[in-house]
């Protein structure tokens, strides 16, 4: 993880404040990866749980750092050890929002934060503001204080920010540091009931955004309100609700405005890539790259969207595993098999948990299990005929986007 900082001067004041620290060198940019270390960068030093930044300290600073921070005593100078380097990174990111005079929106949920936010950055790009937003999978307690620091500090900026949660906390820290104009819940579900324990913690922790910010959306009492009738996505309802968040919030930037507008400038955006691309394949195939992430909620959903488009083939659903469900993963998996019945033609399973899925749903006709990415790729460009729609869904760790890649590149 590695940002350019845009705004040296202003960094370094707030650095040297935080650090008591007079005539600091200036800083070019910030990185947690002493192998992607940049003349003159801060390295953080971040102590986890398997690992220790300071075994790498000597490296980054031989490779070109200037300063770094951690938690353990080092004999050069340019070292600086504090308690813990997230939270004393939070801590200036704190100071840099407090003076920052410009509008910012944070956006959490358990789905669809990354479409939303770039549906919102879209639109306002488009009615001529000037935005930053988060970007990859900068949303955590360390990425997005680097992400605040890759922004300019110009009061005509609205920051866009996405924040990440895996454990209960996570979201009050965060926006208690950005402190947004506007807070947005995209949808409460159980994604991360691992580390959460309950989908109750999952609702505290999220809404928990709203203690924070001026303002507040919360996705799941917002009705879609859209129908976009030459939009590649018209049918995805998921996109529908997301972009209605996106109305919604943008409403206060655009000045008068209709959904008729907002439909003509959301016309070329694009979804961010594994959440719901279309592809056009030989004998009138699609498939469709839904494998950025997975949870219950999410794949019910996907499974909905597969289900409404029109073929005169079948509808086939590629399933891997859903990660970090806690104790009741196994119940997780079985119901994805009980909501497919009526919905898909097949279902193809792929892991040691979606077993459970494909042990479960033996009143779909075409129903298959696979351990083996290259057997799976293989048999699927074997099995598939004219006009059939593909949906791969999945967690990130599965790498189902190496799949559907596999098959693009080999059906015929």
């Given at each position: 993880m590695r940002i350019d900082i845009i705004e040296t001067d202003l960094?370094?004041?707030?650095?040297?404040?935080?650090?008591?620290r007079d005539n600091l060198s200036s800083i070019s940019g910030i990185t947690t990866d002493s192998r992607h270390v940049k003349e003159n960068d801060l390295f953080l030093a971040i102590k986890g749980e398997h690992f220790d930044g300071s075994d790498f300290i000597d490296e980054a600073l031989s490779n070109g750092a200037i300063y770094a921070i951690a938690q353990s005593v080092h004999e050069n100078d340019n070292v600086f050890t504090v308690d813990d380097v997230i939270e004393f990174i939070g801590k200036v990111c704190s100071e840099w929002m407090v003076n920052f005079n410009g509008k910012t929106i944070a956006i959490t949920g358990s789905n669809g934060k990354t479409t939303t936010k770039d549906?919102?950055?879209?639109?306002?790009?488009?009615?001529?503001?000037?935005?930053?937003?988060?970007?990859?999978?900068f949303n955590t307690s360390i990425g997005v204080p680097l992400t605040i620091f890759s922004f300019s500090n110009d009061p005509s900026q609205i920051y866009v920010l996405e924040l990440g949660a895996n454990q209960v906390g996570d979201i009050d820290y965060l926006s208690s540091i950005v402190k947004p104009d506007i807070g947005i819940v995209t949808n409460i579900s159980g994604a991360h009931l691992e580390g959460f324990g309950s989908i109750d913690n999952i609702r505290k922790e999220k809404k928990s955004i709203f203690n924070h910010s001026n303002k507040g959306y919360y996705g799941d009492e917002i009705e879609p309100s859209f129908t976009l009738s030459n939009h590649p996505l018209a049918n995805n309802k998921v996109f529908l609700k997301n972009a209605s968040i996106a109305y919604e919030v943008c409403k206060d930037f655009m000045g008068k405005s209709n959904q008729e507008e907002f439909s003509r400038m959301i016309e070329d955006f694009i979804l961010p890539k594994g959440r719901g691309q279309t592809y056009s394949l030989p004998r009138g195939i699609v498939l469709i790259d839904d494998t950025y992430n997975a949870n219950p909620e999410s794949v019910k959903a996907a499974i909905d969207n597969l289900a409404r488009y029109e073929t005169?083939?079948?509808r086939i659903f590629i399933f891997g595993d859903m990660k970090e469900l806690g104790e009741n993963e196994i119940d997780f998996h079985k119901e994805i098999a009980d909501y497919c019945e009526g919905k898909i033609d097949g279902i193809i399973c792929y892991g040691g948990l979606a077993e459970n899925t494909f042990n479960n749903s033996k009143s779909i006709p075409l129903r298959l299990h696979f351990d083996n990415k290259d057997a799976l790729v293989t048999e699927v460009c074997s099995l598939l005929e004219n006009d059939d729609i593909i949906m791969l869904k999945g967690s990130r760790s599965m790498e189902l986007d190496s799949v559907a890649e596999?098959?693009?590149?080999?059906v015929k």
């Open positions: 960094f370094l004041s707030y650095l040297s404040d935080a650090l008591n549906l919102i950055s879209h639109i306002l790009i488009k009615n001529g503001h000037n935005v930053s937003k988060t970007e990859g999978n005169q083939g079948r596999d098959i693009k590149n080999h």
